[in-house]
C-alpha cells in the first residue's frame, strides 16, 4: 500500500514563488478589494506567498538562506515586473504583509545578481516607484512601512540622488511637521539620511538648490513646533560642518538673516536648542571675512548677545572645558567687533 499522501511537498522554485506573488498581487485589483470575502481569500494569499518569500531570503529557526535560490528570486521579481506590485499594492496590503515586504525589501535591495544590484537597477529604470513612496507618507497607515523602505533604497548613490532632485522632495518639508508623531519622525529620519548618507551628492544638491533649499529650511528652524526647531537645528549643524559642504557653510555665514535666525534660537526657552544654535553662530562670528552687516548687527546687539553668551552653559560633562574655551572666544570677538564699529560709527 502506498502512503505517498503522507510526504511533503516539493519545496517550491524560486521562479514559482516568484510566480505566485504575482498572481496573488494582481489579484487584489479594484473589484476583489471593494467586496469582503474576497478580499481576505486574496489577503490570505499574499500573505502566505510573502512567508514563503521570507524564508527563502531570510531563512527561518529551522533552515538557512541558499545562495542561489536568493539570487535566482531576486533576478526573478526584476523579470516579472514583481517590484512595481510590491510598491504599489502597499495601501491594500495587511499589517502582517506589510512587515514581511518590509524585511525582505533591505535584502532584495542588497543581493547582487553577477555584478549588478539587480532590484536597484530596476528601481534606477522605473524612479516613479520612489516618488510613490515618498508620497506614501500622506497614508499614516503605510508610512511607517515605506519610511523603512526609503531609507534601505537611500543607501544607494543614485536612488538618492533621484530623490533629492525630485519634485516630491518639497514634501518632506511638509511631511516632518505632520500631526502623528510617529510618521513625522520617520520622516524627519528619512530627511536626515537624504541630507547626510552622501556627503558629495548633497554638496551638489545645495550648491544647485542653494536658495530654495534654505527659504524652506528656514521655516523648519523657526516652527512653533520644539521638536521641529530641535531636529532641525541639529541636522543643520551635521550637514553644514561636513568638509564637502564647506563652500556651502561659508556662503551660509555670510547671509544676516541666517544670523538673526540663529540669534532667535540663541534666546529659545530650551538649553539643548540655545546650545546647537550656539555652534552655528559661533560661526558667524569666528568668520575671519564677516561681511559689514554681519557686523553691524553683532555689534548693535552686543549686550544682549553678551548676556546669553554669559549664561549658557552645557551642564556637567566632558565638554565643558571645550565649550567654555569656544564660549570666551566668541565673547571676546564680539567685544571686539562692537569697539571697532563703535570706533568707525
Not at 103 to 128: A, D, M, P, R
Not at 212 to 228: A, G, H, I, P, Q
Not at 233 to 255: D, G, V, W
Not at 273 to 300: G, T, W
Request: hydrophobic content about 40%; some cysteine; glycine content about 2%.
Amino acid at each position: 500500500m502506498s502512503f505517498s499522501f503522507f510526504k511533503p511537498s516539493r519545496p517550491r522554485t524560486p521562479q514559482e514563488v516568484v510566480k505566485s506573488i504575482k498572481e496573488s498581487l494582481m489579484a487584489l485589483d479594484t473589484k476583489t478589494v471593494v467586496e469582503v470575502r474576497a478580499l481576505e481569500k486574496a489577503m490570505e494569499e499574499v500573505e502566505k506567498n510573502f512567508i514563503t518569500m521570507r524564508c527563502m531570503l531570510i531563512g527561518d529557526a529551522e533552515v538557512e538562506p541558499i545562495a542561489e535560490q536568493v539570487s535566482q528570486l531576486t533576478q526573478e521579481i526584476c523579470n516579472e515586473c514583481v517590484i512595481d506590485l510590491l510598491i504599489h499594492k502597499l495601501p491594500v496590503l495587511g499589517w502582517e504583509a506589510r512587515k514581511d515586504l518590509v524585511n525582505c525589501w533591505s535584502i532584495l535591495l542588497k543581493q547582487k545578481v553577477g555584478s549588478t544590484y539587480c532590484c536597484v537597477n530596476y528601481i534606477e529604470n522605473h524612479f516613479e516607484l520612489l516618488d510613490f513612496l515618498v508620497v506614501c507618507y500622506d497614508n499614516k497607515e503605510i508610512a511607517v512601512n515605506c519610511g523603512n523602505m526609503l531609507r534601505e533604497c537611500i543607501k544607494f548613490p543614485t536612488l538618492a540622488k533621484y530623490i533629492l532632485e525630485a519634485a516630491s522632495f518639497e514634501l518632506f518639508f511638509k511631511f516632518v511637521e505632520l500631526p502623528i508623531f510617529d510618521v513625522a519622525s520617520d520622516a524627519f529620519s528619512t530627511f536626515k539620511d537624504l541630507l547626510t548618507k552622501h556627503e558629495n551628492i548633497v554638496s551638489d544638491f545645495l550648491s544647485a538648490h542653494y536658495d530654495e533649499f534654505f527659504d524652506r529650511y528656514e521655516k523648519l528652524l523657526t516652527s512653533s513646533n520644539y521638536v521641529t526647531r530641535r531636529q532641525s537645528l541639529k541636522l543643520l549643524s551635521e550637514f553644514l560642518l561636513e568638509s564637502p559642504n564647506s563652500q556651502i557653510m561659508k556662503r551660509y555665514i555670510l547671509e544676516v538673516r541666517n544670523l538673526k535666525v540663529m540669534m532667535t534660537l540663541l534666546k529659545d526657552s530650551s538649553k539643548n536648542i540655545q546650545l546647537s544654535a550656539f555652534h552655528i553662530f559661533k560661526v558667524f562670528v569666528a568668520n575671519p571675512n564677516k561681511p559689514r552687516e554681519i557686523k553691524v548687527i553683532v555689534a548693535k546687539n552686543h549686550e544682549k548677545l553678551l548676556e546669553l553668551l554669559h549664561n549658557l552653559s552645557p551642564g556637567k560633562g566632558a565638554e565643558d572645558e571645550q565649550f567654555e574655551e569656544e564660549k570666551e572666544l566668541i565673547i571676546k570677538e564680539i567685544e571686539r567687533v562692537s569697539r571697532l564699529q563703535h570706533l568707525t560709527g
